[in-house]
């Protein structure tokens, strides 16, 4: 036992002295109340931040904007983000800096729920099977119900949480998809609002209090994370109609963000800040999810997502429940290591790149090597590979839970795993944009 002990330790030190010490110990990270901050709460929870030196505080913050300050201001030192605010920080959309990220934090883990009154109007223009809703449910199904609102003379209002989240760019996804305007941003002309010839309106509205806007009748219906659709079904207001992995399958969702300089001036705390992230996101899908229950359990706690442990595990646990009563085996809903789920794939960048010029959020077409150029100056594989490396040399895991580092070129292979079956390759992200009949190509507003 000394024998193996004194070799493991060894092996750590020499591992540690590779990677160097961390050149900042003490952190403060930033959170959104979701259950896709897991892997925050893992790695402090299991103390895998204290094994590579580093001493975390995890702090919740308002909402996504309060957070995205707070790490260009160097209050955070990085945070929990949307997968589009590096980006669009990084071209300028909003408040600009350039923000990187050398992780993704999941994949899935959003759902789209529309109030009772909406979802008893939709129902039957729902495909059913001996009464029982086949899914996916499209934005089709939607479209009669929004021209009665505007018949009416009434608005049909959604929420979202931000207008660079992946909830924002997957509503508008899939209403188009049914043949739905969500309408376009013209920052060009001062006209942030994204409502130009919409046939839905969205707006921003903080993820915890979607459930009470929508009770309120201000939203019909609305797009977030976990747990506040599950919250919907809880407090019976709403009924979840559709899950993102419906929308795209194995989609990117969240990502650890960071000021570039942050990275630059502290390389080994960017590494060792990764390596605790990535056991933290195998722990939570090893032995098929088995850990989940007791994560549900971390996150019920108020420090971190403060929701019922039940609401919580509804999603977490590998179910999902659309109608009341409606349970269904949703294994890949929340992904956090699983399919490479962590490695910060170019071809992901540029997909949220494409969806933010389809809304005109980038006001003029760009060239194929713009989009690539500008995933790379966010997306930061080569922190992501220093930290596998050192795991590996950690004996902690294995090159199998990695991608082969000699082969990879950042990009997927072409996906069609979408609603409306069209194929992605972000190789190509201008022939992807003429592909849909909703949203900006070569045109400017």
């Known amino acids: 036992m000394t024998a193996l002990w004194t070799l493991t330790v060894s092996l750590q030190a020499n591992a540690d002295e590779a990677l160097g010490w961390p050149e900042k110990d003490e952190l403060t990270i930033g959170f959104i109340k979701l259950t896709d901050m897991a892997p925050l709460a893992i790695a402090y929870e299991k103390r895998f931040f204290e094994d590579e030196g580093l001493y975390v505080t995890l ?84 479209k009669p119900v929004v021209e009665n609102y505007r018949n009416a003379g009434q608005n049909f209002n959604m929420g979202m949480v931000f207008p660079v989240s992946t909830h924002n760019y997957e509503l508008r996804y899939w209403l188009a ?106 722990w939570l899908d090893e032995n098929n999810n088995a850990n989940r229950e007791e994560a549900a359990r971390i996150l019920s706690r108020s420090e971190y997502v403060g929701a019922d442990y039940n609401v919580i595990a509804n ?11 409606e349970v269904l085996q949703v294994p890949d809903f929340n992904v956090f290591f699983r399919h490479h789920a962590t490695y910060p794939f170019y ?35 080569e922190i992501y590979q220093r930290a596998a490396e050192a795991l590996i040399a950690d004996g902690l895991m294995t090159a199998a839970d990695f991608p082969d580092f000699e082969s990879e070129s950042g990009f997927k292979e072409a996906q069609d795993d979408f609603i409306d079956g069209v194929k992605y390759n972000g190789r190509f992200p201008n022939a992807y ?13």
Do not use: C
Not at 60 to 83: R, S, T, Y
Not at 348 to 369: F, H, K, N, V
């Open 59 to 142: 702090q919740p913050q308002a909402n996504w904007k309060v957070l995205l300050d707070g790490v260009i201001g160097g209050q955070l030192d990085a945070a929990h983000m949307l997968a589009g605010q590096p980006l669009a920080a990084t071209i300028g959309y909003g408040t600009e800096a350039h923000i990187v990220t050398p992780l993704s934090m999941d994949l899935n883990g959003n759902a789209i729920t529309v109030s009772n009154e909406v979802w008893a109007q939709m129902k039957p223009q729902v495909r059913q099977d001996n009464g029982k809703v086949v899914r996916p449910v499209g934005a089709d199904a939607l």
């Open 177 to 282: 998809a049914g043949g739905l305007h969500p309408g376009y941003y013209a920052p060009h002309k001062g006209d942030v609002s994204g409502t130009l010839q919409a046939d839905v309106l969205l707006s921003v509205t903080p993820p915890p209090q979607m459930p009470a806007t929508l009770e309120a009748g201000t939203i019909m219906g609305y797009s977030v994370g976990e747990p506040w659709n599950q919250q919907a079904i809880v407090r019976d207001i709403g009924v979840p109609v559709i899950t993102d992995y419906e929308i795209w399958k194995n989609n990117p969702e969240k990502v650890l963000g960071l000021t570039q300089a942050f990275t630059e001036e502290n390389p080994n705390t960017t590494v060792r800040l990764v390596k605790a992230m990535l056991r933290a996101g195998k």
């Open 315 to 325: 999603s977490m646990t590998g179910t999902f429940e659309y109608e009341k009563g």
């Open 347 to 381: 071809s992901d960048a540029i997909w949220y790149l494409t969806q933010m010029r389809r809304w005109g959020q980038i006001s003029e077409p760009r060239s194929d090597e713009w989009y690539l150029e500008t995933a790379a100056s966010v997306y930061k594989p």
């Open 433 to 445: 944009l003429e592909l849909f009949e909703i949203g900006l190509k070569e045109d400017v507003l």
